[in-house]
């Protein structure tokens, strides 16, 4: 995952906590993406950005939200987490918003919501 | 009506086989890329191709080969002596702009499970 990092990688919560899941990047990529995989649906997108504080929702949106204060950084916040939000997370990664732009993806943040 | 269909949940099949994985996509939009990815069992997800709508002629990369038939919307991907560490879940992937704009998104099948046995 050279050039992304996800923080945490795993948490475990309570429902009705807020957590915060961070991406971060070192290869100056204008877009950033927030998806989520669960089992039998692949992965949806929740949200993308593309610039500083430039963002906008993806087909998951409800429940979530980010913010990017700067190109190297995307935060994905749930405000009150529930069960149905436990899932892993991917954040990605591409030079521009056009199709034929590759996204690179993070390792993944697993979260649990008991 | 899923835009991006692997009919295919699971296949299993044992090492030297060949094995094709199946995807079918629907799209308005006469400019958009269907991609590959790979995640093995560690979990991180590896790109493997990507394909625009413009070029439907097939692509070989040692044991992977590619088969897009936009006649067909299918964009089927087949390993040839298949190993072990082909073992992993496989995505296939749509990539349009919605309304003509300008932000493609990336729209991912459910996933085929691959499982190739010693």
């Known amino acids: 995952d050279a050039g992304i990092t996800q923080s945490p990688r795993h948490k475990v919560t309570e429902t009705g906590t807020p957590v915060t899941l961070r991406c971060h990047q070192t290869?100056?990529?204008?877009?950033m993406y927030w998806y989520r995989q669960d089992p039998g649906h692949g992965l949806r997108l929740i949200h993308y950005s593309y610039g500083v504080k430039d963002t906008d929702k993806g087909e998951v949106s409800d429940g979530y939200s980010v913010s990017r204060s700067k190109t190297e950084d995307f935060l994905l916040t749930l405000e009150s987490a529930t069960s149905s939000q436990t899932s892993v997370y991917f954040c990605a990664i591409s030079p521009g918003g056009g199709g034929a732009n590759v996204l690179t993806f993070g390792a993944g943040s697993r979260l649990t919501v008991l | 009506a899923q835009k991006v269909t692997q009919a295919q949940t699971e296949i299993s099949v044992v090492e030297k086989e060949d094995v094709t994985l199946d995807c079918v996509y629907e799209?308005?939009?006469?400019?958009?890329?269907l991609f590959w990815y790979k995640q093995p069992p560690s979990g991180e997800l590896v790109f493997l191709i990507r394909?625009?709508?413009?070029?439907?002629q097939n692509e070989i990369s040692g044991r992977y080969s590619w088969n897009f038939q936009k006649s067909t919307s299918s964009f089927n991907f087949t390993i040839t002596a298949s190993q072990v560490v082909d073992s992993a879940v496989y995505f296939c992937a749509l990539s349009e702009a919605p309304s003509g704009g300008s932000n493609y998104k990336l729209t991912f099948g459910k996933g085929t499970l691959l499982t190739v046995n010693p």
């Open positions: 799209t308005r939009d006469t400019t958009y890329y």
């Open positions: 290869e100056n990529h204008r877009y």
């Open positions: 394909r625009n709508s413009f070029d439907e």
